[in-house]
Each structure stands twice: as structure tokens, then as C-alpha cells.
């Protein structure tokens, strides 16, 4: 855990610029991470939330430890290594995904997307203390008017005891989930192979989300339909396999604070699919909320790297 804190650190104080390579990918991450909702809800009618948040998880998960297998890798994890991959699976898939899928089917694709992307502000709060990463009076700026634009979104739904209210509070705290894992997934991007840690911490978390159904009563009814198959596979491969190993190589290249900024650019593609798409409208309010947050992750993205840290 020292050395990969020690190589955070040295990665979060470099002055150098993102490469090319390293913007296209991450905004592929946040096109992939932006069709998530829109999906999730097409799905939701077929299968319980928990569930199939399971079968999305299960799925990417065994796919990845497949390719892991094809290309004659074997895992040699500690158990410390495997405890970090258990707490990645339980924050990463298992609130991260929990939150989605609970979340979605009260909230609208876009204003969700938009909710579940507060997590770099989170995540930006979490990585001053674990991560040791610099907080500047720009980033705590940025944090606070991202902050102030998540409330103003959520403020049609402060109606406590709707079912809105109560999806616009999974989907934040499936953001708190995943930033949780994007700051441990931080603390062991670069270490050797990717298939095998993603898929194992993807089969965790599909666990944990398995036991919450069971919990939850939800049974175990789904309607296999062709419709529901694809929704399933769209969900596990491209949004997730593919996503969760491309997101992992970057954090290998890059500091968590410069990669996390870059999914403001998931809300405007999340709200361009649901206004194409699902013929979803955004009140005043909203749309006010949307505005703020994303100046809020702009301000982010923009912090000087030689600004002095507050104190």
C-alpha cells in the first residue's frame, strides 16, 4: 500500500499535460458511462433493480477473468490485495451499481446521469486524505460550485416520501460508492495484469448486490426477452467490461483528479440520449442545477497545477 501511495503521489504532483490518447479515452469512458441509464430503464420493467444489477456485474466480470484465462495469466493475489479488491466490489460495483439501478427507475435518464456524476466531487474530497493529492483554493472553488449545483437539480425532488426523492438519494449514493472505488481503484491501477482484478472485484461486487436482493425480498422473476437480453449484454460488455478496463489503464497513466473532471462530459451526453431518445424535458430548475454543476467540474478541470495549496 506504501509503494502504490508513493506512486499516486508522485504521479498527482506532476506538472506534465494529459497525452491525446489519454483524453479520447476518457471520453469514451464517459460516452460508455453515459448510456448506462438510459438502458438500465429500458431493462428495469423485466427484472428487480438489485438483480439485475447482479446479472449486469456477474456478466462484465466473467467476461474479463475469460479474457484473463485466454491470454494464460494466473492471479497470485495476497489476501491483503484480495481484502483492497473485496472493498472495490463492495464500493466500486456493489453501492456504485445498487444506486444506479434503485435510482433509475424513479429518476429520468438524464437528470440520473447528471446525479451520478457528482462523484468527482466526492471523490476529490476523499483523494485530499488517502491519496495525498494537493487541495488548491480553485479545486475547493470548483468542489463548492459543483456541490451548490447538485442541490439546485435535486430541489424538484425534495419531496419527502415520493419515490422521486428516494431515487435522486440512491443515485447519490451510488456516487459516493463509486468514488469511493475510483480512489482505491487509484491506489492499484499499474500494478501488473487488468482482466483478473476487474473481473474479481466485478464477481464481488455482483455478490454483495446478489445478497441485497435476497434481503430485499426481490426475488427472482425475470422476463428473458430478446429485448431484455441485449439491454443485459449492452450493460456487461461495452458499458462495463470494456469501460472498467479502459478506466483502469488510464488511472494508471494519469492522476485520479485530472482523469475524474473529464466526465461532466457523461451529463451532456446522458441528456442528449434522454431528450433523442426518451423524449425527456428538464424544467427550469433543472436545468439551472445542470449548468452549475457542470461549471462546478469545469473549474475543476482547470486547476493550475503550480497553484498553492490551502492550508
Not at 7 to 14: A, D, F, R
Not at 128 to 142: A, D, H, N, P, Q
Not at 162 to 170: I, K, M, S
Not at 263 to 286: H, M, R
Request: charged share 10%.
Amino acid at each position: 500500500m506504501d509503494d502504490n501511495l508513493t506512486k499516486v503521489t508522485s504521479n498527482v504532483m506532476t506538472t506534465k499535460s494529459l497525452s491525446p490518447q489519454v483524453i479520447v479515452g476518457m471520453v469514451i469512458v464517459a460516452l460508455l458511462w453515459a448510456i448506462c441509464f438510459p438502458f438500465i430503464t429500458v431493462g428495469l420493467p423485466d427484472a428487480p433493480p438489485l438483480l439485475f444489477a447482479s446479472l449486469r456485474a456477474f456478466l462484465a466480470g466473467a467476461c474479463l477473468i475469460i479474457i484473463g484465462l485466454k491470454m494464460g495469466r494466473k492471479p497470485r493475489y495476497s489476501f491483503r490485495r484480495l481484502a483492497m479488491l473485496a472493498l472495490i466490489g463492495f464500493s466500486y460495483t456493489g453501492m456504485g451499481l445498487g444506486g444506479m439501478f434503485l435510482g433509475a427507475g424513479n429518476v429520468g435518464p438524464g437528470v440520473a446521469t447528471v446525479l451520478a456524476n457528482a462523484q468527482p466531487l466526492f471523490a476529490a474530497i476523499l483523494s485530499v486524505f488517502i491519496l495525498k493529492e494537493v487541495m488548491t483554493v480553485r479545486l475547493y472553488l470548483g468542489l463548492f460550485v459543483g456541490f451548490i449545483g447538485v442541490v439546485v437539480l435535486a430541489l424538484p425532488s425534495f419531496d419527502f416520501g415520493t419515490d422521486r426523492f428516494e431515487g435522486v438519494l440512491y443515485v447519490l449514493f451510488g456516487a459516493v460508492g463509486t468514488a469511493i472505488g475510483n480512489v482505491l481503484l487509484k491506489l492499484q491501477a499499474g500494478d501488473g495484469d487488468v482482466y483478473w482484478p476487474m473481473g474479481i472485484q466485478l464477481i464481488l461486487g455482483a455478490a454483495f448486490l446478489l445478497v441485497a436482493s435476497l434481503l430485499a425480498g426481490e426475488g427472482f422473476e425475470v422476463d428473458w426477452t430478446w429485448s431484455f437480453a441485449g439491454v443485459v449484454f449492452v450493460l456487461a460488455v461495452p458499458a462495463t467490461a470494456l469501460m472498467v478496463v479502459l478506466w483502469y489503464e488510464l488511472l494508471a497513466r494519469a492522476p485520479l483528479n485530472k482523469l475524474n473532471p473529464f466526465t461532466f462530459l457523461t451529463p451532456v451526453f446522458g441528456l442528449l440520449i434522454g431528450a433523442l431518445f426518451f423524449d425527456e424535458t428538464f424544467s427550469a430548475v433543472e436545468i439551472t442545477g445542470i449548468a452549475i454543476t457542470v461549471v462546478g467540474l469545469i473549474v475543476i478541470v482547470i486547476v493550475p497545477n503550480q497553484e498553492k495549496r490551502v492550508s
